[in-house]
């Protein structure tokens, strides 16, 4: 009790410093203002319109980073309250019948305090439970007027608020993020029309054709349910079970199995809309549209064996690089272009634009740039903001609508379907992540934890008593459907069917596969090869590349071979003997090389390392020239913590060998200087260090005695004169030309990959 008094001055005390009244100051949350007060705000959606935009949107400023006041949570300077705001005065000690007697029920704060801690954890999604989200805006480059109606794209120079969310699909929510998989690619627009989702893939395809199918899907693809395994791996028998089985999964398998499902960054993957969307404009008249994203910083990805080892030394690599990214202002930033088409011109297609299983070749119908996001602010806490946001497709606004993709139909339905349960009843769009900026009236009222507190007695509409208010819009403001064309075979009635042309399943899986580099072909390959060798039941792996030889033979070829396949089975019968000439042969876009972006260096990591006695002189004005392009450059010691250089000097290495593994950088230098070498090379960490970057073909510096640990990690040098140039990223140059190494290590790094060099098997 003496110890409890004492606390309680103390505390008292502090509160004093603080100036409060009585030296107290009981809050219950950082209220600022109640939202019933604030000026002109009748509904809780209304004041946050104050709190996340500032003023409205147009006024081409960025107010998502003064967001939200309203709700945020401050207790600098507070003391501890229970929930109903009273004062707690021992939070280490429950309350007991004498110091060794039994606790005691009225103990309301101890219950409260674990009862609430008993509730803490939501359902986790049923897909995409693994995510990472960030705050940005969208900006608009001119007004797209012409095609589409929508808030956002209205006037040059527009601002809409975003938060986007990234993900994996397979894996739980505490699962790795290397995993290949397809990435989420989520963006919520906070328009002055209301809130539009644009819930999007990192991938231009998906698995099936129908919403019929996505439950078995999921049910294939997620860890087996006898034994749950594998997490956050498709490498297992049902799901190529069911895929072998569905073939209008093929195009979709290609893209998987390819680089894009190990990207290197969210910050450095393309994502899309899938679907065909339309736009609508003020004239009604609507078109069919695509949305693209493509990443400023290019199209990178990480190479599997790397992919591995990060998930075990850093299962968080994707949300650390973009929590970092944005710290350190090296904004991610993505284009929107869009492609857009009439009916007419869709019906005259070889392929269904309402198939999500086919794209429209860019070579068809380009892509036009309409805007710029950026993600310049990390959520204040993850649960609140990255756990609670709920997307759903069905989320448009005037100037966007849907076509009768019949897999978006279902999406339509889907999300807020499992939002009710996942977020605990039908008011999850009150939750300060989720509201519009915008003002909401209607007449929904109650169910769990309602937010709003509606005035007066009128919850109906027709009405009198209320002044007829909410009344609806109208067809000139208000949402309206485009009254989409019904299709002549539509008149057929309710039917169970497909159209014809989504039975031809392969013509642009073999389109992605031709339209690869050799480089990336070979990597579709034995990422086929590793996923099916995991496959225990051999007529599944059979099935598979029997469906493999309609896409391509020599694919199929390669991933037999590596399966120890001979002679390959029969192809699988056609659902569509005879497809239609495809208009594209070759698309390069599709090929991830094809695009190294504007800013390829912003975001990288270099690790230099050093060692007592290392010449520092050069590594130090190449990190000042990385930092200036926003590639952070980190010195990596045996230990952290401080080394003297050959100038007496003193270098700090703010990580370890051990610590941060070699596969967790971009590029990597090797220093100058006989003792730092000499102690370098008694480490067993350098040569996995280098042995990993030469593997993984990233660009490589040597300079002057460091030769002699690339010598003994078994790295070739003299395997290609050309290497001495960097012409396969492996620059090794003499002490006295450390700068031209140098400025040929920057050139390398911005190829990101020197996949001249890489070999199946590895050769080091
Ligand atoms: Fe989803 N999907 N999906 N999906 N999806 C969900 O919604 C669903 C599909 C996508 O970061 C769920 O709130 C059906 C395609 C993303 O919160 C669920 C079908 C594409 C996210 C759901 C599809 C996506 C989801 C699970 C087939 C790319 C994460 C939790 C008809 C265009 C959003 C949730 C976030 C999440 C249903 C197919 C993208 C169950 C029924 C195609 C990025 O409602």
């Known amino acids: 009790t003496q110890a409890m008094a004492a606390a309680m001055q103390n505390q008292e005390q502090k509160a004093a410093e603080h100036g409060f009244a009585n030296g107290v100051q009981p809050i219950a949350g950082a209220v600022v203002e109640p939202p019933s007060r604030l000026p002109g705000a009748s509904t809780l959606s209304e004041a946050n319109s104050s709190d996340k935009t500032g003023t409205e949107a147009l006024d081409g400023q960025n107010h998502t980073i003064d ?40 103990d309301f704060i101890l219950r409260e305090k674990i009862t609430h801690f008993d509730h803490e954890r939501i359902p986790e999604r049923i897909v995409h439970a693994r995510g990472s989200g960030a705050h940005g805006f969208f900006e608009a480059y001119a007004p797209l007027t012409q095609y589409t109606k929508a808030a956002p794209f209205q006037a040059k120079g527009k601002r809409t608020p975003v938060f986007v969310r990234f993900s994996t699909v397979q894996g739980a929510r505490g699962s790795k993020d290397t995993a290949r998989d397809v990435r989420g690619f989520a963006v919520k627009f906070y328009t002055d029309e209301g809130n539009w989702d644009l819930v999007g893939n990192n991938i231009p395809v998906f ?36 895929v072998s089985l569905m073939p209008e999964s093929t195009h979709m398998l290609m893209w998987v199995m390819s680089d894009r499902a190990i990207p290197r960054s969210f910050a450095t993957m393309q994502g899309f809309g899938v679907h065909t969307f339309r736009l609508v404009n003020e004239q009604g008249e609507s078109r069919f549209c695509k949305f693209h994203w493509t990443p400023l910083a290019g199209t990178h990805s990480l190479v599997w064996d790397e992919a591995v080892k990060i998930s075990g030394a850093d299962p968080d690599y994707h949300r650390r690089d973009l929590w970092e990214r944005i710290e350190s202002g090296n904004y991610p930033e993505y284009e929107l272009g869009v492609q857009v088409f ?33 993600l310049n602010r990390n959520p204040d806490n993850f649960f609140a903001e990255t756990e609670q946001v709920a997307f759903c497709t069905a989320q448009v606004i005037p100037g966007i609508d849907f076509s009768n993709d019949p897999l978006l139909a279902g999406r339509i339905h889907s999300y807020v379907d499992t939002q009710i349960s996942r977020l605990g009843g039908p008011n999850f769009h009150e939750i300060p992540i989720n509201s519009p900026v915008v003002q909401v009236h209607n007449n929904q009222r109650d169910g769990m934890h309602r937010q709003a507190i509606h005035r007066g007695r009128v919850a109906y509409e027709p009405n009198s008593l209320a ?78 590349v029997a469906g493999l030889r309609n896409a391509s033979e020599q694919l199929a070829k390669m991933v037999a071979d590596g399966l120890g396949m001979d002679p390959m089975p029969d192809p699988l019968p056609r659902a569509l003997p005879n497809p239609p000439q495809p208009e594209v042969m070759k698309s390069p876009p599709l090929s991830l090389l094809s695009r190294p972006g504007q800013a390829p260096l912003m ?14 002189g050069p590594l130090l004005r190449l990190q000042e020239a990385l930092l200036a392009q926003g590639v952070v450059g980190r010195f990596v010691g045996s230990r952290i913590g401080g080394f003297e250089t050959a100038s007496g000097d003193v270098v700090q290495a703010d990580a370890s060998l051990e610590n941060e593994p070699g596969f967790l950088f971009d590029a990597l230098v090797l220093p100058d200087g006989d003792e730092a070498v000499a102690a370098l090379a008694q480490d067993g960490h350098t040569a996995e260090w280098i042995k990993d970057q030469f593997r993984h073909c990233k660009t490589i ?26 012409g396969t990223g492996l620059i090794v140059v003499d002490g006295d030309a450390a700068e031209a190494g140098l400025e040929a290590f920057v050139q390398a790094l911005a190829k990101h990959r020197h996949f001249g060099r890489e070999m199946d098997p590895p050769l080091v």
Not at 209 to 237: C, G, I, R, T, Y
Not at 486 to 508: C, L, N, S
Not at 713 to 726: F, R, V, Y
Request: hydrophobic residues 40%; proline residues 7%; contains cysteine.
């Open 67 to 106: 967001t939200l006041d309203r709700v945020r949570v401050d207790s600098t300077g507070r003391a501890m309250t229970t929930n109903q705001g009273v004062l707690v005065a021992d939070n280490q000690n429950s309350l007991k019948y004498g110091v060794r007697g039994p606790a005691l029920l009225e």
């Open 207 to 242: 698995f099936i054709q129908d919403a019929m199918k996505f439950p078995d899907l999921v049910h294939a693809v997620k860890p087996e349910p006898h034994h749950h395994m594998p997490e956050a791996a498709s490498a297992h028998d049902t799901f190529w079970d069911f």
């Open 342 to 374: 009439t009916e007419e011109e869709a019906d005259r297609y070889s392929f269904d634009i309402l198939d999500a299983t086919k794209i429209v070749p860019e070579e068809m119908v380009p892509i036009l740039p309409v805007g710029r996001m950026v």
């Open 467 to 544: 002044g007829g208010c909410p009344f609806q819009a109208g067809a000139a403001q208000g949402f309206v459907s485009v009254p989409a064309r019904i299709q002549a075979k539509e008149e057929q009635g309710k039917v169970r069917a497909k159209p014809e042309k989504f039975a031809d399943h392969y013509t642009q899986a073999t389109l992605f596969y031709e339209s690869q580099t050799p480089v990336e072909q070979v990597h579709i390959a034995n990422a086929f090869r590793f996923e099916l060798s995991k496959v225990t039941v051999p007529a599944i792996r059979e099935r598979m």
């Open 603 to 616: 975001g990288r990591k270099v690790a230099m390392l050093v060692a007592p006695g290392v010449v520092a």
């Open 701 to 726: 510096l040597a300079m002057g005695a460091s030769r002699k640990l690339l010598t003994q990690a078994g790295i070739p040098i003299a395997m290609d004169k050309s290497l001495a140039q960097g």
